[in-house]
């Protein structure tokens, strides 16, 4: 079968990103007043350390970010957000925050901070900033006094200190498990040597979880809320959004028969009821949020990080007075089949504006297998925990992209908001060959290796095939090892491709755009066979093919493909893996 384009209209990608249409006038910043613009913006997500470099350390930076921006304009995204740049000993790549009022000297200063906000609003970019509630470094200086304190002391009461269980004290508190493997309870030790109480910790030793039954912690944190908006962000994302408020008495936590995973290290996906995630307290918090952003101008925006098992529970996060985006992970985690991807699509479509709020979508981010390669892994190796190179099921690289770029093809045309992981419109795989020796999650030191956790989607992405880093930076240092094969993935490998992933992430942005598809609405198109995704948008039918045959397309014109296409009788068909955009006739 020979593989050409039928009716393909290929435009150039747009030189600049046109304002989002509303229908007032925007600010000098970029605001469309009243418009909420996060209802339809497509975020990018910037993972600091990895997006690029200006001091030639090896970790990426806010400099780096600013330098960038004309880039991402001209790929046509509405917003940014950035993974933590705060003081930070970095045990947990920054979600492990010593000083949530300043930069890690890592990431710049605070001046720098707002030379890339005023240069990302002046390029008519909104900015998100990351907020991590949860839990504080154990460099905090709130930890270091809890640990100086007696047991039962104001100091001590900001987190969540116990007594040891047994006799002697020597066994936690409670039988909890840390999402990155291991007990979530580490044992302090007394000034005289002794062995003291024991501090919860979700995730690693390094973060002990504060208790936000504590004014003085909430207080603080409307502090924190406060610091970022009066610089000027439009919001943040809110880290483990789930996860804050535990069950009183820090009962232990007993599976239910039906969870095959264990729900620690799940990060809260299962189905049955964890002291520690999804509690209701949680919601007053939001609320108290909500009403401080609510005292500012230009629609700033919550979006909570909250992973729970279906779209229903996930709504909850949204209700009008809370946030006002949740990531949907159930999307996320649906792998490439066409009646799933159908269910979690209409249940979104259902469940978020049930509550006022605006349906989100997701394939990427820093902490799952990247999309160009989770979507070819097979039963053996299911996605979670990373992949390595002796993992099952290795993802064969040409379906991944293939599957990856429908995928992205379906996600674009969806109404609502999307966000777009650094990197996957280059389409880059994760990184599975990493040695041992180089990788640097907490889960894979707390796993002993058992499990890879998420270095292999954290690689500094490449702009330029031929600099030193891939022009990460000029001095070819890179915090984690960059693969050969990334010189033909690099931007400018791909600024003169139209069949690159660069075009396909621009020219889907744009059409999407000009067609208004994010305020839109979807109809389901039947006809095309249970393996095939078919709606309608405004004026675009989307058709992605997920079956194991070319499917024949309508008449009409093609507006995006996410490859090529075969020739077959009037119309053309559309290969296996493949996603299209058309005007109909
Ligand atoms: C979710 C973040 O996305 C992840 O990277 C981090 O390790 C945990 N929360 C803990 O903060």
């Given at each position: 079968m020979t593989s050409q384009p039928t009716s393909t209209l290929i435009s150039p990608p747009p030189a600049e990103a046109s304002p989002a249409a509303t229908a007032e006038a925007p600010d000098l910043r970029g605001n469309h007043p009243?418009?909420?613009?996060?209802?339809?913006a497509v975020i990018y997500q910037i993972y600091p350390r990895s997006f690029?470099?200006?001091?030639?350390?090896g970790i990426g930076d806010l400099p780096g970010v600013t330098a960038h921006l004309d880039d991402l304009r001209s790929l046509g995204v509405d917003a940014v957000w950035l993974s933590p740049f705060y003081r930070?000993?970095?045990?947990?790549a920054g979600y492990?925050?010593?000083?949530?009022r300043d930069i890690d000297p890592l990431f710049g200063t605070l001046d720098d901070f707002d030379t890339m906000l005023a240069a990302a609003h002046a390029r008519g970019i909104r900015v998100i900033v990351d907020l991590v509630p949860n839990h504080s470094s154990d460099q905090h200086v709130w930890f270091q006094e809890a640990l100086a304190a007696e047991p039962g002391s104001p100091a001590r009461a900001r987190y969540l200190f116990r007594d040891g269980r047994g006799p002697a004290g020597d066994?936690?508190?409670?039988n909890w498990e840390s999402v990155f493997g291991g007990p979530a309870w580490t044992r302090t030790t007394n000034p005289d040597g002794t062995p003291g109480q024991w501090y919860l910790h979700l995730?690693?030793?390094t973060q002990p979880d504060f208790d936000w039954a504590n004014p003085e912690v909430q207080d603080e944190f409307r502090g924190i809320l406060r610091f970022w908006l009066d610089r000027g962000v439009d919001g943040f994302r809110v880290d483990?959004?789930?996860?804050l408020v535990k069950t009183d008495g820090l009962p232990d936590h007993v599976p239910a028969?039906?969870?095959?995973?264990?729900a620690a290290d799940s990060m809260g996906g299962g189905d049955d009821d964890v002291p520690?995630?999804?509690?209701?307290?949680?919601h007053e918090i939001y609320r108290d949020w909500h009403r401080v952003l609510a005292e500012?101008?230009?629609d700033r925006a919550l979006c909570a990080e909250a992973w729970l098992p279906t779209v229903d529970r996930t709504a909850e996060w949204v209700r009008s007075d809370e946030m006002h985006q949740a990531f949907n992970f159930p999307y996320l985690m649906t792998e490439w089949d066409a009646p799933a991807i159908r269910e979690v699509i209409s249940e979104s479509l259902r469940a978020f504006p049930a509550v006022g709020a605006p349906a989100t979508w997701v394939l990427?981010?820093?902490?799952?297998?990247r999309h160009a390669s989770r979507l070819a892994l097979t039963a053996e190796n299911p996605q979670g925990h990373g992949i390595g190179?002796?993992?099952?099921?290795?993802?064969?690289p040409e379906v991944g992209l293939r599957r990856a770029r429908a995928a992205t093809t379906v996600m674009l045309a969806l109404p609502g908001s999307a966000y777009v992981y650094q990197g996957e419109e280059l389409g880059l795989p994760e990184?599975?060959?990493?040695p041992g020796e180089v990788r640097q999650d907490p889960t894979w030191f707390r796993t002993d290796g058992e499990r890879y956790g998420r270095d292999g989607c954290r690689v500094p992405i490449p702009w330029?095939?031929?600099?030193?880093?891939y022009g990460f930076n000029?001095?070819?240092?890179?915090w984690l090892p960059q693969p050969a094969e990334w010189a033909a993935l690099a931007r400018d490998a791909q600024e003169?491709?139209?069949?690159?992933t660069l075009w396909l992430y621009r020219q889907l942005l744009a059409t999407r755009r000009a067609e208004g598809l994010g305020a839109g609405e979807l109809t389901w198109l039947d006809g095309?066979?249970?393996d095939v995704i078919a709606f309608r948008n405004g004026n675009v039918t989307v058709i992605a093919n997920a079956s194991d045959a070319a499917v024949p397309l309508p008449a009409g014109t093609v507006l995006v493909s996410s490859g090529p296409l075969q020739a077959s009788g009037r119309a053309g068909a559309l290969p296996v893996d493949t996603a299209v955009w058309m005007l109909s006739d």
């Open positions: 009243g418009a909420e613009w996060w209802r339809t690029a470099d200006a001091s030639g350390d930070s000993p970095q045990h947990d492990d925050v010593a000083d949530y066994e936690p508190p409670n995730f690693d030793t483990v959004a789930h996860g028969a039906s969870t095959a995973e264990p520690y995630w999804g509690q209701d307290g949680v500012y101008d230009g990427s981010n820093h902490d799952v297998v190179p002796s993992s099952p099921g290795q993802p064969i990184v599975i060959e990493l330029t095939a031929d600099g030193a880093a000029t001095t070819g240092a890179s003169g491709d139209p069949d690159s095309y066979g249970d």
